[in-house]
């Protein structure tokens, strides 16, 4: 090791940087972070939800769709797309977040971040915008691979980013919230097999919810993933089975109470701290 | 000017364990000071709460006279930590886990992969900085840990066991290494289980057991109270059953080296005439340079009997 005291000595202390900086500084590096930790490993991360998407194409946009014939007036291939593409923002969203986070817990390099002069917000700010990176890549991955079986266009570009943005940040901030619970990977699997599955599957990906019954389209209704999709439903198509407001609602009201309630965790040191 | 005030410090976890049992500690700026204690002792728990990572039950703490509670994050720019357990990203390179942990202090990219390039290099780490971490050995990753937590060029370090598992020449080569940072002016707060470590590299001490400081000062002043000294006796012929020496404690490390115990004081020559009547001769004579380890141990085991 390389000991003369010429080099020890710390040449190139710069001036206290205020809080405000120290914590910018710190959000950029953690989202840099976690975009390289996804991309590093692209093909456990952005191929698999493609090749998924593609196979949902194939199976029921073209085989079984071409049968089913249109669905709410449009095409069944146009009409399940906007579905396909949100439920590979929210489980990738989702995924990214709670599987960071934990491994940061596991290997003990969350520590790296709890020492440092960072704010809580700051901390799950950083891992909430990794998982809203990897949820747009995949979306966009999925996009895009859609056009080989149809012409998307979009109808309302900002509506479309906005809701696909909000709900890939709601997802991500749930992640946050089931690894700081985790205590095992089994944890960390059980949220998304058996709860977000069934809430994307059943929340009007693959159909329209007017064509359930009165008592399963009133148990809908209580499904928060159903706005989301139809949301961005409306703005590729440009009609959904809800006014675009409540979707917008119920996703604002949901990012803030799951903001709420992972800072609050975080603040108490639940998980990660003794 | 203090660098660390710790006063009335508690700590009871929830299972009931009363880790720190009101702990009052000072270390003055520029010092290189050796925690110490056995297992359990509550050293760990102490320095987890001086960084952040473990929550305290009551008590005060002050980084170079600023309220921890009060001014967290201007506390925290000024410590860096080396912690007992690797910890890093191992899929992450040297050079990233630098960069990154720079950035978390707010350190702007350009400044920080500077600081990293000068301290892999001071750590004999820049042939891999682009290697991910997992292929280090046990050595090179403590090294990597060291240089993290010197990348923001904290005023004080804390090193938790840093030389645990590492080979002796690589661990006087980090002795050396941490004496220049502590010359350069930063503070070093060192807990070890190689009290050789401590007894050569610190001026001051602290040892606690069972979450409570039972002994703090000087390591000179402690060691001139430590009442006896030991010494490695090489011998010229194998010895087939030690010597029976009245008022000194004889140990057979082997056929060819005894550890004797001299009460400080007591004259050597006394030693040498029993030795030379019992027909054992001395080649050569050392002094074992683990006092603090005797003291240590004296002041543990009284602890533990009260």
């Known amino acids: 090791m390389t000991t003369s005291n010429e080099t020890m000595n710390y040449t190139e202390q710069a001036e206290v940087p205020s809080v405000a900086l120290v914590n910018w500084i710190a959000f950029k590096t953690l989202v840099t ?12 991360t952005i ?80 891992f909430v915008a990794g998982g809203v990176c990897r949820g747009l890549c995949v979306g966009a991955l999925v996009a895009a691979v859609s056009l080989f079986f149809t012409r998307i266009s979009v109808e309302n570009p900002l509506i479309t980013i906005a809701v696909v943005v909000l709900t890939s940040t709601l997802f991500a901030i749930g992640g946050v919230i089931n690894s700081v619970f985790a205590k095992s990977f089994d944890d960390i699997s059980i949220v998304p097999n058996f709860v977000l599955t069934p809430l994307t599957y059943l929340g009007g990906i693959f159909y329209s919810i007017k064509l359930l019954p009165d008592f399963w389209f009133n148990v809908s209704l209580f499904n928060p993933v ?41 603040n108490k040191g639940v998980g990660i701290k003794s | 000017m203090y660098a660390l005030e710790i006063s009335s410090l508690q700590k009871t976890y929830d299972n009931g364990h009363q880790a720190l049992q009101g702990i009052d500690l000072t270390v003055n700026a520029g010092d290189f000071f050796a925690l110490l204690g056995p297992n359990g002792a509550g050293k760990s728990t102490a320095i987890g709460i001086i960084c952040s990572l473990v929550n305290s ?73 682009d290697q991910p971490a997992r292929q280090m050995s046990g050595g090179m990753k403590r090294r990597l840990m060291i240089a993290r937590a010197l990348v923001h060029e904290p005023k004080l370090l804390i090193l938790d066991e840093p030389t645990a598992g590492v080979d002796i020449e690589i661990r006087r080569s980090m002795w ?3 004496e220049k940072i502590n010359q350069a002016g930063t503070t070093i707060i060192l807990t070890t289980h190689y009290l050789e470590e401590a007894e050569t590299l610190c001026r001051n001490v602290a040892i606690i057991d069972q979450g409570r400081i039972v002994e703090q000062g000087l390591v000179s002043e402690l060691l001139s109270r430590s009442m006896v000294q030991s010494f490695i006796l090489d011998l010229k012929e194998p010895a087939l ?7 000194y404690r004889v140990v057979k490390c082997d056929d060819k080296r005894l550890e004797i115990e001299v009460v400080i004081g007591r004259s ?19 002094n074992k340079s683990n006092r603090l380890e005797e003291f240590f141990l004296r002041l543990v085991s009284k602890s533990d009997a009260a």
């Open chain 2, 176 to 178: 050396e290494f941490l």
């Open chain 2, 57 to 129: 039950s009551g008590g005060e703490i002050k980084i170079f006279g600023k309220d921890l509670q009060q001014q967290r994050s201007s506390c925290k720019l000024d410590i860096g930590l080396v912690p007992q357990e690797i910890n890093f990203n191992a899929f992450e390179t040297p050079m990233n886990i630098l960069v990154t942990q720079a950035g978390y202090y707010g350190v702007r990219k350009p400044v920080a992969q500077h600081r990293a390039e000068k301290y892999l290099k001071l750590l004999d780490l820049w042939e891999k900085r």
């Open chain 2, 268 to 286: 050597m020559n006394d030693l040498f005439k029993q030795l030379q009547q019992q027909g054992f001769e001395v080649t050569s004579m050392r």
């Open chain 1, 47 to 126: 191929v698999p939800p493609a090749v998924s998407a593609v196979l949902y194409m194939v199976i029921f946009g073209k085989l079984i769709g071409e049968r089913i014939g249109v669905m709410d007036g449009y095409s069944y291939i146009d009409f399940v797309v906007p579905g396909i593409i949100m439920m590979a923002v929210i489980t990738n969203s989702y995924s990214n977040s709670v599987s960071s986070f934990f491994s940061a817990k596991f290997q003990h390099h969350i520590e790296e971040l709890l020492i440092a002069p960072v704010h809580n917000w700051v901390i799950l700010a950083g």
């Open chain 1, 226 to 266: 159903l706005y989301m999709v139809n949301g961005f439903r409306h703005g590729i198509l440009g009609s959904s089975d809800f006014p675009l407001w409540w979707s917008f609602l119920v996703i604002v009201v949901f990012i803030l109470i799951l903001a709420a309630i992972a800072l609050h965790l975080m």
């Open chain 2, 241 to 247: 059953k030690p010597p029976e020496l009245s008022d």
């Open chain 1, 33 to 44: 972070k976690e975009i390289r930790r996804f991309m590093r490993i692209w093909v456990q």
